[in-house]
């Protein structure tokens, strides 16, 4: 959280009429009374002042000391604020002032702020996290670019058990599919990444084909089904796949390509990407 109050220029000067800001540092052990009367001949030497310290502001008006009860927790730097149209702008003024901001700036990277409170009391910055997170921004599981993301790919190698069977990745089961030899089928199955795409290349879609002892009809509700659950397997298996898929979070999939599948759409990937994240988060949720 970053916090914004304390005196204004205007309000030093027309409510305040405070001529000099100080800074009270708390030495170690030392309470903040012990603080204000360490530095009240320093504030006594104007007719008003105001002093600032890392937990509370002493506002002295002609000698007479007044509180802001206003208590935030933690060490703060104060800053020189500066406020554009869509800018906010902190103004290091000290060396450790500087310090302190290149830590915050560091560990805030890309984060997104949300702005809470009344502006005549003061306003908090709250991190909503990062900006890929915060603003949901979208994920093309693509296995050639997805980085961090690939074990999400239906090419990626994921061992799994379905059905009895071994695959090394979703798409050694997709394609195998397009076999109706039980060997070419085995020999599908062990394949992940560009030889599994490239396993059944040459050969046309199959109209219908046969599966654990039913005939499927290719690119209908029974077929797309039949990736479900390779996926629901696979990712409630494979350890890295699974945290991967969840590290996600809420933000959309996508599954773009330069060549979509006919049986098996980029859109409707993605949707059953997305089912089995939230079908998993439930699970974890309920455990």
Known sequence: MLALNGVTAAEARNTYRTERVYRLTLASG????????????????????????PLRVFRSVAGQRRFDLTEVPGSLCHMRVVLKTGLLALVPETDDEKRALFEWQAAMADHVLHV?????KGVSLHDLGTKDQACREPINIVFDHADRWRPISNLAETPFVLWGQVYASVE??????KFDDEADRLRVAKLWGKDAKMAARGRSEPAS????????????????????????????????????????GERPLMHRTRRDSATIPGVLMADIWMRVRSALRKADKGA
Request: charged letters at 25%.
């Open 30 to 53: 030392e309470r903040r009374g012990q603080a204000w009367e360490r530095h009240q001949p320093r504030a006594a030497d104007h007719a008003s002042a105001t002093v600032v310290d």
């Open 116 to 120: 809470l409170g009344a502006a005549s």
């Open 172 to 177: 050694g089961f997709w394609q195998s599919l």
């Open 209 to 248: 084909f046969t599966f654990n002892d039913r005939i499927v009809i290719a690119g209908t509700a029974g077929h797309r089904r039949l990736m479900l659950e390779a996926c629901r397997a696979k990712f409630n298996q494979h350890h890295l796949a699974r945290e991967c898929l969840l590290a996600t």
